[in-house]
């Protein structure tokens, strides 16, 4: 079934409405860690799980559940069981008891929202077959824009009703897409022919499980670090990121494609860009919130609006970054991305601390038009260096690349701030940002010198 003219942008609502929930609460989050960790009694590193565990989760749950998609159940159904799971977490986060119950539901969240996306964009590729490209384009927008206004909304939220109003505002969300989706979505023939055994090979369980155990021992070395060295779970992280990689290269149907690294090296660099992006902008949005409330004593509404400095600019710079990559290549947006990461690095380790009120906001800018430049510009490139048969696979391993970039950034957080938030733990983390720009710089331009090389030998070879 082809989705009419008419009924075009109801639908895209309804697809927009559910995806853009996973970017939207992945980043309201940022406003309530303050709250949660006195209200909880906890330390920075530890509320820092709640990060932790969501992008884990996501970065599991995306691809297994477009597998499902293709091969168990409906996209329809699969869509709309997402939005159910997301209404079950933000109907029970205001009543959790202990921050242990608040992690099992931020994981129900991550799991729902997971599931929506990858059946969304099925849905459209499926029923939506004039302009799809510009139907895909509503769901980025809507993404990036649910990222970077996420902390302001948080904030206003918050001053509303507490932490649990960033839990509760995704019901008239939920509500608006499910009814939209119940209604347009079309029904799709039950998938047939799969036995159980095949659905579960397929979906290489092993190597979700052995992923899932390198990332957790990994956060949780990097935050044992803040108290004292754990060298079993340094020894054991190594141990079972060895297996994970033995075992992706064995199966059928991998996981994650290990093999894709080694053929595909100027994917491979795209990637490595995009974690390298993700870690230094993921420290600012989750750690200026916190030393805005905790070692400014700025109210959460004040923190919220002021984060506008950076995400306003970095959604105002996105389209015009896109015209910049269609008139020459990705290349020098990449480069200019974490040459200004650089620049803001240094301008907060040295002024922002002591800058006036404005002079805060004109370096949040600097991170703005960083954050824009390089999140368009790597995109661009993502797909410029996927072969065209695994556009979707790429696609996909894009997505866990930024997860994991989001999971990294929570664990240096943990270990700089550990279990306050002081003027001296800021600079630690200034410092941390320009060694992180600088290695970005370094493996922009060598991505820059593979491009051009590649480009001189098709020339070349006519």
């Not at 509404?301 to 105002?316: A, P, Y």
């Not at 650089?342 to 991170?367: D, E, N, R, S, Y």
């Not at 929570?410 to 320009?434: K, P, Q, V």
Request: hydrophobic content about 50%.
């Amino acid at each position: 079934m082809n989705v009419s003219r008419d009924n075009r942008k109801i639908f895209l609502t309804a697809i927009a409405f559910g995806t853009m929930l996973n970017p939207l609460n992945s980043s309201m989050i940022s406003l309530a860690l303050h709250q949660i960790q006195h209200e909880f009694g906890l330390s920075f590193t530890t509320v820092s799980w709640l990060i932790s565990t969501f992008y884990l989760a996501s970065a599991v749950t995306q691809p297994v559940s477009g597998r499902i998609g293709d091969d168990v159940m409906s996209r329809r159904t699969l869509f709309l069981s997402g939005l159910a799971l997301v209404a079950i977490s933000a109907v029970s986060a205001p009543f959790a008891p202990t921050f242990a119950v608040l992690i099992v539901i931020r994981l129900l969240q991550a799991i729902g929202s997971s599931a929506i996306y990858p059946s969304g964009v099925g849905l459209i590729r499926d029923h939506i077959k004039v302009r799809q490209a510009s139907a895909m384009a509503v769901l980025s927008i809507f993404a990036s824009a649910m990222t970077a206004l996420g902390p302001t909304l948080g904030g206003f939220l918050i001053t509303i009703g507490g932490w649990p109003a960033i839990f509760l505002v995704n019901l008239p969300f939920i509500i608006i897409s499910f009814a939209l989706g119940m209604y347009l979505f079309p029904k799709e023939q039950k998938k047939r022919g799969l036995r159980i055994g095949d659905v579960v090979r397929k979906l290489d369980l092993t190597g979700m499980l052995l992923f899932t155990s390198c990332i957790v021992l990994l956060l949780s070395f990097l935050l044992s670090l803040v108290d004292g060295i754990e060298y079993a779970q340094g020894v054991l992280c190594l141990l079972s990121a060895g297996a994970f990689i033995w075992w992706e290269c064995q199966v059928d149907h991998p996981f994650i494609q290990i093999r894709m690294f080694r053929e595909e090296k100027r994917l491979s660099l795209v990637y490595v860009q995009f974690i390298i992006l993700n870690i230094f902008f993921y420290c600012l949005f989750f750690g200026l919130p916190s030393y805005f409330q905790d070692e400014l004593g700025w109210r959460v509404e004040m923190t919220g609006l002021f984060m506008l400095c950076m995400s306003g600019v970095s959604i105002i710079v996105s389209p015009l970054t896109g015209k910049w990559v269609d008139r020459s290549d990705e290349r020098q947006p990449i480069l200019a991305s974490t040459v200004l990461m650089l620049a803001g690095a240094f301008a907060m380790t040295f002024f922002f601390i002591l800058a006036p009120l404005w002079g805060k906001g004109v370096i949040l800018a600097l991170f703005g038009f960083s954050y824009g430049i390089g999140n368009v510009a790597l995109q661009a490139a993502m797909l410029k260096a996927s072969p065209q048969q695994m556009v979707g696979t790429s696609s996909g391993l894009f997505q866990t690349c930024r997860y994991l970039g989001s999971i990294l950034s929570s664990a240096i957080l943990g270990m700089l701030f550990g279990h306050e938030i002081a003027r001296a733990h800021f600079e630690r983390l200034g410092w941390t940002l320009i060694i992180i720009s600088l290695i970005g710089i370094g493996v922009s331009l060598y991505f820059s010198n593979m491009v051009k090389g590649r480009k001189a030998i098709k020339k070349a070879t006519g």
